[in-house]
């Protein structure tokens, strides 16, 4: 019998050919915690640019087959924790490890008791906002304090385009608020009054490392009056994040502005300083004359034609306000009115905010932080008492 060796030759070769199309290698391991000790059942484990993969079972394990060649690109990734590439050269059997996202962020608060613990060790009910997290949020970009809505238990009291209060379990105060706002263990309520100002709170988002949420009354750790819980505004060291961010925002209503900070520290990291500046502006909420109420013979009163058309200084006697008397005045009509178009409201806000934050860490277990700033801003209120304008300086 006679054989082509021609024809025998491309068969060989075809064959080799579709053989190695479709081999296979089976990737296999284990995923576990970062103490090797906890199996993460679900983790998802694919083939980077590729559909091939799988998920782990109940014990960690994962198994599947790929044509792909080596070495090849694995990537691991599970809810909650950091994802892994790793680059993968022989078949051999896996065992990888993924490390919490924010493990030290997010884990460890400082506000339920005034020390670090870990947050399921917190004897309150808290919850952490993570820098990483605001990031990803526009929502926070003219104001930090809207960082805060979603989260649960807690109220945000829109006033006006940039005023906002914040209260929790059910509280709703006019002026006041029955939570304990504070930044770096400052107090941000103004003394004498009760009363928290979200956009004279100097709080800027550039700065921010975490919001701590904790629910519950804090009287015994923070002083009387905070019955309802405490939000901590912890910003970033300039000792553990030195470096300069710029942000410009601009949006509805004619927002606009930009927010400066700058941190530098010592190669010893010893001693830290930073710069923060923040100026935004924008058009706030009008009345347009269609806002009023109808008395009971059906007539209609503008809710601007109840606008006061002038301010008093009120007269104080033995530190007294005298009622008897109107006092000085100090707006009329065509001050409160510039541009004469019948609408006494003031119609824009702004707010400019400026600190220097030194930090001097001589040992492990000492630090001496020294702050000062300048906060002006004025805006729009509206709520139950009716509309009003507030400047601070």
């Not at 021609?6 to 060989?12: A, H, P, R, T």
């Not at 819980?229 to 961010?245: D, E, M, N, Q, W």
């Not at 010893?268 to 013979?297: A, M, V």
């Amino acid at each position: 019998m006679k054989i082509n060796l021609s024809k025998l030759s491309i068969l060989i070769v075809l064959l080799l050919f579709t053989a190695n199309i479709f081999a296979q290698i089976t990737i296999s391991g284990n995923i576990t915690d970062a103490s090797g000790e906890e199996p993460l059942i679900g983790a998802t484990v694919v083939v980077k640019g590729t559909t091939d993969g799988t998920n782990t079972d109940l014990d960690g394990n994962f198994s599947f087959k790929t044509e792909q060649e080596l070495p090849l690109n694995l990537e691991v990734s599970y809810l909650g924790f950091t994802t892994k590439i790793i680059t993968i050269t022989t078949n051999e059997k896996l065992s990888i490890s993924l490390e919490e996202e924010g493990l030290m962020m997010d884990q460890v608060v400082i506000s339920a008791s005034r020390r670090q613990e870990k947050i399921q060790e917190a004897p309150a009910s808290i919850s952490v906002i993570s820098a990483k997290a605001m990031e990803a949020s526009a929502s926070g970009t003219v104001s930090p304090i809207r960082n805060l809505i979603g989260e649960t238990g807690v109220q945000i009291q829109q006033q006006s385009a940039v005023r906002m209060n914040i209260e929790m379990r059910g509280q709703s105060v006019v002026f006041g608020t029955k939570i304990f706002p504070i930044k770096d263990y400052r107090s941000l309520v103004a003394p004498g009054v009760g009363q928290f100002d979200a956009h004279a709170s100097g709080v800027m988002g550039i700065d921010l490392e975490r919001i701590e949420v904790v629910r519950g009354p804090g009287s015994a750790l923070y002083g009387p009056g905070v019955t309802s819980g405490v939000v901590h505004f912890i910003t970033k060291s300039a000792l553990r994040h030195p470096g300069t961010t710029l942000e410009l925002i601009g949006g509805n209503l004619k927002t606009m502005g930009a927010s400066f900070r700058h941190a530098g520290r010592n190669e010893n990291k010893t001693f830290g300083y930073k710069i923060n500046f923040s100026y935004k502006k924008g058009d706030d909420f009008l009345l347009d004359g269609s806002e009023g109420t109808t008395d009971g013979s059906g007539n209609f009163t503008s809710q601007l034609d109840k606008l006061r058309e002038n301010i008093y200084q009120p007269d104080v006697v033995n530190g007294i306000v005298n009622s008897a008397t109107p006092g000085t005045l100090i707006y009329d009509r065509a001050r409160l009115d510039e541009d004469g178009d019948g609408n006494l409201l003031e119609p824009d806000w702004f707010v400019l905010s400026t600190d220097l934050t030194l930090e001097f860490k001589p040992t492990k277990d000492l630090s001496v932080t020294v702050l000062g700033g300048f906060n002006q801003n004025k805006s729009l209120f509206f709520n139950q008492q009716g509309e009003g304008l507030q400047q601070n300086a």
